[in-house]
């Protein structure tokens, strides 16, 4: 049988990836997820180098499968501090993927390393860009997705088969995906492999504090709203009474200095890790509503597989009845 090109291409048994996470994407987290089967990934968003490598430390005394870490491409990150600490690990480190800003100068960098590169996308022009500058995969993540999104707001269902047609190299697919359904649905439409964020948030393994992880399950479809507009942000966040304030302030185009007090990323660590949710922001999915247990990652893996199974049986039941003639 032909084997899946991103369970190849990142050593994996399962194309299932937890995406890079902002301070609640640390190694225990992505050991977790590598254990079972999946490809983890420490983040660098929200950390000190310090503190990335001692989780990229953590993950590699957890688990001997291979797993990732994720650097956003912005002046802050791109910097000889975290791509010293990538290097120092580099043997343990299978694929990067990279976010926000331009890639392309970095890819061949890490290609060098040895370390495979996954590019997130949110159009097919940066994917065709992605693909020629060296990418092995890229990840497109629509706009249903938490987290900071692409300033084009495609969807999932528009992105994934229009880059599919553009590009040779696998595409997976991220934004909304929290059942083996979504995962059959992103398939149907081209991807070669899936990334979750929200879901991997309500685990057992996940540091996020559990005012966060209560937040997630009590959510419904429509409890995330978009943040930062005005400032030419597409940050997806839960809407919180919190979150209200800001939305309220965007309405009046703030100044930068007025809003930034709001929107910081300690406001998201304060929230997110420490619990004080009256006193920050917390990234989640448009899909948060089919969220309903708190349960380890390897048992998320295996009833999103489970739930894959069936909805395959399903469909093939339903495509059947579709296509028949009397
Ligand atoms: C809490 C949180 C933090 C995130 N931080 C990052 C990040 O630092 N870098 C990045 O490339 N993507 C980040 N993302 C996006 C995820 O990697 C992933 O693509 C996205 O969560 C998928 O959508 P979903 O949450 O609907 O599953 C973040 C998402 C969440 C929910």
Redesign the pocket.
């Known amino acids: 049988m032909r084997k899946n090109r991103v369970a190849e291409i990142l050593q994996v048994r399962y194309p299932i990836i937890?995406?890079?996470?902002?301070?609640?994407?640390n190694g225990e987290l992505a050991a977790a997820v590598s254990n079972a089967g999946g490809f983890g990934?420490v983040?660098?968003?929200?950390r000190t180098p310090e503190d990335f490598e001692e989780q990229i430390q953590i993950a590699s005394s957890r688990t001997d499968k291979p797993f990732g870490v994720?650097?956003?491409i912005s002046k802050y990150f791109v910097n000889d501090s975290y791509f010293r600490v990538v290097e120092a690990h580099k043997d343990r480190i299978q694929a990067i993927?990279?976010?926000?800003g331009d890639p392309r100068p970095y890819i061949p960098y890490f290609k060098e390393l040895g370390l495979k590169v996954m590019v997130?996308v949110g159009s097919v022009k940066h994917a065709v860009n992605a693909e020629k500058s060296g990418a092995d995969i890229v990840?497109c993540?629509?706009f249903?997705?938490?987290?900071?999104n692409s300033p084009f707001e495609l969807t999932l269902f528009s992105l994934v088969p229009q880059v599919r047609r553009a590009v040779r190299i696998p595409v997976v697919a991220?934004?909304?995906?929290?059942t083996g359904h979504g995962v059959v649905a992103a398939m149907a439409l081209g991807a070669e492999g899936v990334?979750?964020?929200?879901?991997?948030?309500a685990t057992k393994e996940c540091p996020?504090h559990e005012h966060y992880k209560r937040k997630l399950l009590e959510a419904e479809d429509n409890d995330t709203v978009i943040i930062e507009r005005s400032i030419g942000g597409v940050n997806?966040v839960l809407n919180t009474p919190y979150v209200n304030q800001i939305t309220e302030l965007e309405k009046n185009q703030p100044a930068f200095d007025q809003l930034y007090p709001l929107i910081n990323g300690r406001r998201?660590r304060i929230a997110?890790i420490d619990g004080h949710i009256n006193d920050g922001w917390?990234?989640?999915?448009?899909?948060?509503g089919l969220i309903t247990s708190i349960m380890s990652a390897g048992e998320v893996i295996q009833q999103i597989l489970q739930e894959v199974k069936e909805c395959g049986l399903r469909l093939n039941q339903s495509l059947e009845e579709l296509l028949a003639t009397d």
């Open positions: 937890e995406g890079g996470m902002a301070y609640v994407g990934q983040a660098a968003s929200g994720n650097i956003p993927s990279l976010g926000s997130l990840i993540e629509g249903e997705a938490g987290g900071r991220a934004g909304g995906i929290v990334q979750m964020g929200t879901r991997f948030i996020a997806r998201n997110a917390l990234h989640a999915g448009q899909s948060v």
